[in-house]
């Protein structure tokens, strides 16, 4: 049972695979451009003749009638008039999908009535309908072309008289020039054989005689489609210029392929191609070229690389260290480059770096002098150049004394370089009178030394203080304080120098000196007595009107008011 089994399986195979040729007697072929078409006159069902249409090739399929040009190829395979006289018909790939309904079926709207083509698709721009839809039954059917080119439905179960088939290709071959006295017969992958074929799918046989020459046509897409030989080397010159893509020559019966200059035959000895190149295997990292004298292949290495020890490899040139004024100012490598750069305060413009003026943005507070690469603030007479910032301006005196910067607007806003206090803060100071009679406040200069920051001598300047020290000591970093030579102990950092920065106010010492503690223990105890002093008072004014008013009262408890009486006893009482 099992080897009956595989019998029919092997048979229903190998009938699947090509029809028998008593299915396709009476055949007629013929292909433009990319397509061929096919008739076949062997009554069929529209299933079978779809079967054998695939068969045929791997891209066949019933006949797409979907333009006139289609229909003018169907009349060409059906011959002329007189021949396609009789009856006919022949399946097309059109047919109605079935559908379940039993009901009458009107015809649906289009020009495929519902139709469609065996691709799955309804596009056409071409239809030749003999008359009306049946509209009786929503049944599948399918269509068939008559002797007259005209469309016709039927029963798909119907047999027809035969069928069409249509073949798609990625290119095709052109039909064979030939010389005098030989003949081509072409047989065609799908089984079609003749002489007259306007164009010739790939695997297309073309057998010469009497030369009993074989070609096949071979290629991947259209422009690579072209006649072959299975064995190298050129045919006759009058059979399709012998194969050769140049100039075939023929003597005493040989023939043999030319090129022309720098091109040479591959090894089917029929085309010509470029020789291999030598640069190729040499392994040239970047460029290669081939020595003119000997035709030796040579390495060579793009602009900004030099050509390695190995002949082959390429590295980067340091363009910087190679030529050193290559940029205007600073030079930075790269691979197989550099760049140029310019120092701060500079900008590049064309290729050059030049100054930026940094004045032209109002840098400064008051006054801006542009340097090459940069700037300098400047401050107007009676300022100086802020230390904490160099960019704004401070008021600045050299002397004991000097003017206040006052607030034109009020008076009472003032203010004075560092290290001086205004006039009107200082108790025992009155405003002192301009040259006009109207007043003025003016920045009067701070003792330093009085507070003792000096560790030793002191020296007073404008705004500011110079300590010094005894000989045998050495000033220690701080500028305050002394030490001892020959001490150990004391800061390694020393100065010996005296320093003062004009306009600054030291910093506060690291401890209370003598003078400073007493003058703040006297603060304290005057302090201390005036608070007793006014406590004092209070309580003292405080006491004496309360006894002068008990006294009073005292004197009203005493008072006692009698009338006298003439002739009355002083001792009677009212």
């Known amino acids: 049972m099992l080897l009956a089994r595989l019998s029919i399986l092997l048979l229903l195979l190998a009938g699947s695979a090509m029809p028998a040729p008593s299915e396709l007697a009476r ?91 065996v691709t799955g698709d309804s596009k056409t721009d071409y239809t030749s309908w003999k008359a009306p839809g049946a509209g009786n039954s929503c049944s599948q059917r399918c269509v068939t072309v008559q002797s007259d080119l005209a469309w016709e439905e039927r029963d798909c179960e119907s047999r027809s008289q035969g069928f069409l088939c249509e073949f798609t290709y990625p290119g095709t071959c052109s039909p064979l020039y030939l010389g005098s006295g030989l003949a081509v017969t072409y047989v065609t992958p799908f089984r079609a054989n003749g002489s007259n074929f306007m164009a010739l799918p790939p695997d297309t046989v073309a057998s010469i005689s009497p030369d009993e020459l074989e070609l096949h046509c071979r290629g991947q897409d259209s422009s690579s489609m072209r006649w072959v030989s299975q064995s190298p080397g050129p045919w006759h010159c009058q059979v399709e ?21 720098g091109l040479e035959l591959a090894d089917d000895g ?30 060579m290495c793009q602009e900004g690389y030099e ?40 900008e590049m413009i064309d290729n050059k770096c030049e100054d930026i003026d940094e004045c032209m943005d109002q840098v400064c507070e008051q006054n801006c002098i542009n ?29 004991s004394e000097c003017p206040a910067e006052c607030d034109p607007h009020t008076m009472e806003s003032c203010r004075c370089p560092p290290g001086y206090i205004t006039e009107k803060d200082d108790a025992s100071a009155v405003q002192a009178l301009s040259a006009e009679g109207t007043p003025r406040t003016v920045c009067v200069d701070i003792d330093e030394c009085f507070f003792e920051y000096c560790d030793q001598a002191c020296d007073n300047t404008p705004g500011s203080f110079r ?20 001490d150990e102990e004391g800061s390694s950092e020393d100065v010996t120098t005296p320093s003062v920065v004009p306009g600054t106010t030291p910093p506060p010492p690291e401890r209370l ?34 006894v002068t008013d008990c006294k009073c009262k005292q004197a009203e408890k005493g008072v006692v008011l009698r009338q006298v009486t003439l002739g009355t006893p002083s001792h009677q009482k009212l």
């Open 270 to 299: 029929r085309q010509c191609v470029l020789p291999p190149d030598p640069c190729s295997s040499h392994g040239c990292a970047q460029l290669c070229f081939l020595n003119t004298t000997d035709n030796v292949p040579q390495c």
């Open 467 to 486: 300590c010094s020290c005894r000989p045998g000591y050495t000033l220690q970093a701080d500028l305050l304080s002394c030490k001892l030579d020959g």
């Open 513 to 546: 000196h003598l003078g400073i503690m007493i003058g703040i223990a006297v603060g304290i105890l005057s302090i201390v007595s005036i608070l007793i002093a006014i406590v004092f008072h209070w309580i003292r004014k405080h006491t004496v009107h309360t």
């Open 371 to 399: 340097l090459p690469g940069t700037h300098r603030c400047d401050c107007d007479p009676g300022y100086i150049v802020d230390s904490s910032d160099p960019k704004r301006c401070q008021i600045f005196c050299n002397s």
């Open 27 to 117: 055949g007629v072929a013929q292909c433009m451009e990319q397509s061929c078409f096919s008739v076949h006159w062997t009554p069929k069902r529209f299933a079978g003749a779809m079967r054998l249409c695939e068969a045929l090739g791997s891209n066949g399929h019933l006949m797409t009638v979907r333009s006139t040009v289609s229909a003018e190829i169907i009349s060409l395979l059906l011959g002329s008039e007189e021949q396609r006289a009789g009856d006919s018909a022949l399946w097309i790939g059109l047919r109605r999908p079935h559908t379940a309904r039993t009901d009458s079926c009107p015809d649906l709207p289009g020009p495929l009535r519902g139709f469609q083509w």
């Open 307 to 346: 050509l390695g020890e190995d002949g082959t490899s390429c590295h980067d040139v340091d363009d910087c260290q190679v030529n050193k004024n290559i940029c205007d100012q600073q030079c930075q490598n790269t691979v197989g480059g550099f760049h140029c750069l310019c120092h701060p305060g500079y």
């Open 241 to 261: 210029n012998g194969g050769c893509s140049h100039s075939c020559r023929e003597e005493s019966g040989i023939a043999t392929c030319a090129c022309p200059q």
